[in-house]
């Protein structure tokens, strides 16, 4: 198909920032949920679930798929984690072990699904999508949104063990919004904007208040096993996808140096460990070899020798 030249949006290397060095997160654009009496009904095998197991984002709703028990509801294809030019390959076109080829739709890359769900399609083309089998298109692209789905659209059709789970509990909600709210700022895309920054300024911008925002979650994960209340909510895998990457990548690609988890904060250090090591959910969705390849490979304008670190070793602590 000879389409439009979308290279400005596929190719992460010739991406602007601000005027004044800032990177600036657009947001996502398909929004629609999966529920009764919608045009997205809650029907096992309707949808797939298109992931890098490098991206935070995308690997927010791994870990839920799987805490949910949604492995036969919904599929899943790995792209792999050397973003190029045209963005995210799929398994076939790029052989890393791990990738997927697309078994829907065929795609080379996620932009075909982007260009196949909206022809006019002007932003990025991000993983997660959540992809309708039925209508071909995208549900769906927004991660904080899909792991609000899966908690809750098939719970009728999930065992009584899998349904009761609920990771946005009505009595945690408002306590639970206030800290994604400050936590997706200064940390999930704090380290983002730090890394991708073109000024000096702008990155200290960023880099100043992420390091607060980690001294104040040690604090309140003093002592407590998970972030709000005492129980698993979305607030801990949100903010669990960013502090497993930060010593392995954040650190050294995006500068965030200040501190390690390991050596500067001893009870959110402890809190990781305990996710990751105590649940297979954590634990089966982190792949180390596709988050070091992506982060160190795909962005040669912050390291044109897309060396990968050997260290940290490991790259989680044993508890
Ligand atoms: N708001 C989205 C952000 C997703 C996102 O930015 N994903 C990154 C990977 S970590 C991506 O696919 N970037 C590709 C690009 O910008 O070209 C979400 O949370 O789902």
């Not at 996502?28 to 949808?47: E, L, N, W």
């Not at 949104?145 to 899966?150: L, Q, S, T």
């Not at 690609?253 to 050596?263: G, S, V």
Request: net charge neutral.
């Amino acid at each position: 198909m000879a389409g439009r030249d979308v290279t400005s949006q596929s190719n992460i290397h010739v991406m602007k920032t601000e005027a004044d060095g800032s990177f600036k997160r657009k947001a996502s654009t398909f929004r629609d949920f999966i529920a009764k009496d919608s045009q997205f009904t809650p029907d096992k095998g309707r949808y797939h679930l298109y992931v890098s197991y490098a991206c935070p984002w995308a690997t927010r709703t791994l870990i839920t798929r799987k805490l949910k028990g949604l492995e036969d509801f919904i599929g899943v294809t790995i792209v792999s984690p050397r973003m190029g030019t045209d963005g995210w390959p799929l398994g076939d076109v790029d052989e890393f072990p791990g990738a997927t080829p697309d078994p829907i739709n065929g795609a080379k890359h996620i932009k075909d699904l982007y260009l196949r769900a909206n022809p006019d399609y002007d932003g990025r083309f991000t993983v997660p999508i959540v992809w309708d089998k039925k209508t071909s298109t995208i549900v769906n692209n927004e991660s904080s949104e899909i792991i609000r789905i899966f908690n809750t659209a098939f719970n009728d059709q999930l065992p009584a063990e899998k349904a009761k789970i609920d990771i946005y509990p009505e009595h945690l909600r408002a306590q639970i919004d206030e800290v994604n709210d400050w936590v997706y700022n200064s940390v999930n895309n704090g380290v983002y904007k730090a890394g991708f920054a073109s000024s000096q300024q702008a990155y200290e911008a960023a880099v100043v208040p992420l390091f607060k925002s980690l001294d104040r979650l040690e604090e309140m994960l003093k002592g407590k096993t998970y972030l709000i209340g005492d129980t698993l909510t979305e607030a801990d895998i949100r903010l669990f996808v960013t502090i497993v990457r930060f010593d392995p990548v954040y650190v050294g690609h995006f500068k965030c140096n200040l501190r390690t988890i390991r050596d500067g904060y001893p009870a959110l250090h402890l809190w990781m460990q305990k996710l990751y090591w105590n649940f297979p959910e954590f634990k089966d969705t982190c792949n180390f070899d596709h988050i070091k390849t992506h982060y160190y490979w795909s962005h040669p304008h912050i390291n044109p020798t897309r060396i990968v670190p050997t260290g940290p070793i490991p790259h989680i602590l044993p508890l």
